[in-house]
């Protein structure tokens, strides 16, 4: 079993909609959990650390579910410039520097 | 701007050439790291350093080698070793111990032809 999957989509919504991704990881001593946006060609860069109460960013919510080993990622409203990769990322330790990447999902916003 | 800077962008040798990439960081962070992506692949992570001359083998270290002799730089050489060199290689780096938030430099495209 992958240490982190994603389902690599894509997913095609139209703007204004609203899209989930959810991301499962393997090790259940996992300690920090993040999500990554990485466009074509390009660096990925945090787009935002996900917590056990959840968090949200303006139209972002992630949410963690330590009990079934999954996070998850909503978009609401979605814009065009949300047309990206979306990588889950997991820290198997507090005090480690080894992270999972999960494969990434693709997300396609169209007008 | 403080920021990671990878060099070449873009890099294109023969079969059987060792090649050196650049990665220069102006963060001030202690841990840097050098993960190499494949299309449809997750970054899988090749060497990282916690500190000034000590670094450790990834998950895919074979065929690279690598050096910290200063806080700012952490070059990785390609060498004729590695099987299948052609791949998008990302240099990052992080504060403190254990990797939060890693900060990425844009990228260096290798090519083996």
């Known amino acids: 079993r992958k240490e982190v999957e994603q389902d690599p989509g894509p997913f095609n919504v139209p703007e204004g909609a609203t899209v989930a991704f959810n991301c499962t990881y393997s090790n259940s001593a996992s300690q920090s959990f993040f999500w990554y946006r990485q466009d074509c060609r390009k660096e990925p860069k945090l787009l935002m650390s996900?917590?056990?109460s959840g968090n949200e960013d303006g139209r972002f919510t992630a949410q963690l579910n330590r009990a079934s080993q999954y996070i998850s990622l909503l978009i609401r409203d979605s814009k065009l410039s949300d047309s990206a990769t979306y990588l889950c990322?997991?820290?198997?330790?507090?005090?480690?520097?080894?992270?999972?990447f999960g494969k990434g999902t693709s997300l396609l916003v169209t007008p | 701007d403080g920021g990671i800077t990878q060099s070449p962008k873009y890099l294109f040798r023969k079969e059987g050439q060792n090649v050196t990439l650049s990665c220069e960081q102006n963060?001030?962070?202690?841990?840097m790291y050098w993960y190499r992506q494949d299309p449809g692949q997750g970054l899988r992570l090749i060497y990282y350093?916690?500190?000034?001359?000590?670094?450790q083998k990834g998950d895919i270290a074979e065929g690279y080698s690598v050096s910290r002799e200063k806080k700012e730089s952490f070059p990785l050489t390609v060498t004729s070793a590695q099987k299948n060199p052609t791949a998008f290689y990302l240099c990052?780096?992080?504060?403190?111990?254990?990797?939060?938030?890693?900060?990425f430099g844009e990228g260096s495209r290798l090519t083996v032809l």
């Open positions: 350093s916690q500190i000034v001359n000590d670094f």
């Open positions: 990322v997991v820290n198997p330790s507090n005090s480690g520097y080894a992270l999972n």
């Open positions: 990052a780096s992080s504060h403190g111990q254990g990797a939060g938030e890693l900060f």
């Open positions: 963060l001030n962070h202690d841990a």
């Open positions: 996900v917590y056990s």
